[in-house]
């Protein structure tokens, strides 16, 4: 029997060589490539078929929902694991409404991991019992963390701008123009209703974004 193929993208490169380290315990998982770079992970994806990418939401350059989309575009049977440090409520909501197949916190055991790989490589999915419990009612209640009226592009940038970065700096990282951060700044203090950095930066504490 063929072992499946995963991808593993992170930033770190300790963390990629950890959760590495983590799926040697199971000989029918191989690692084909261990990445920070969009480009590299997509390129492969296009090339060889894969059965499951590992996916940091938060990457330099660009976001991990950015990516699940272009994944799926190349192959919608690749599945998808999103890790996030930040928020589990907030993200892992909003890998359930991406089309991601599973959601793991990097606060919770590294064990985690390993479990939602096995689930995702069997065909299940794999997310907090939490987020699944508060998307199953009808209604989520006004104000709750689920609720972030923000983009996933105005997260990140949100991030970026509370963590103290200019709009050109954002700008250079991002690969857009300095009016597009801007109006992205604009519409982020509009919909939060927000005047100050100050302010953004308790904003984004609050909801556990930095």
Do not use: C, W
Request: charged share 25%; net charge positive.
């Amino acid at each position: 029997m063929k072992p499946s193929s995963v991808i593993i993208m992170d930033e770190q490169p300790i963390v990629r060589m950890s959760i590495e380290i983590l799926l040697q315990k199971n000989k029918n998982i191989q690692v084909v490539l261990k990445s920070g770079n969009g480009r590299e992970v997509l390129e492969h994806v296009r090339k060889h078929p894969t059965d499951l990418v590992i996916l940091d939401v938060e990457l330099p350059g660009t976001d991990g929902f950015s990516l699940l989309k272009r994944i799926n575009e190349i192959n919608r049977r690749t599945k998808v694991l999103f890790l996030s440090s930040k928020s589990e409520n907030f993200y892992a909501g909003r890998a359930i409404r991406a089309g991601a197949n599973g959601f793991v916190s990097k606060r919770k055991d590294q064990n985690d991991i390993y479990k939602a790989v096995e689930m995702l490589l069997s065909g299940y999915s794999f997310f907090p019992a939490d987020t699944l419990s508060a998307l199953s009612r009808s209604h989520i209640r006004r104000g709750s963390k689920t609720e972030l009226p923000l983009s996933n592009r105005e997260v990140m940038v949100l991030r970026y701008l509370a963590n103290g970065l200019t709009n050109k700096e954002i700008a250079d990282k991002l690969l857009l123009s300095n009016k597009t951060i801007s109006a992205h700044k604009s519409n982020i203090f509009s919909k939060l209703g927000v005047r100050t950095i100050v302010e953004l930066i308790d904003y984004a504490k609050a909801h556990e974004l930095l």
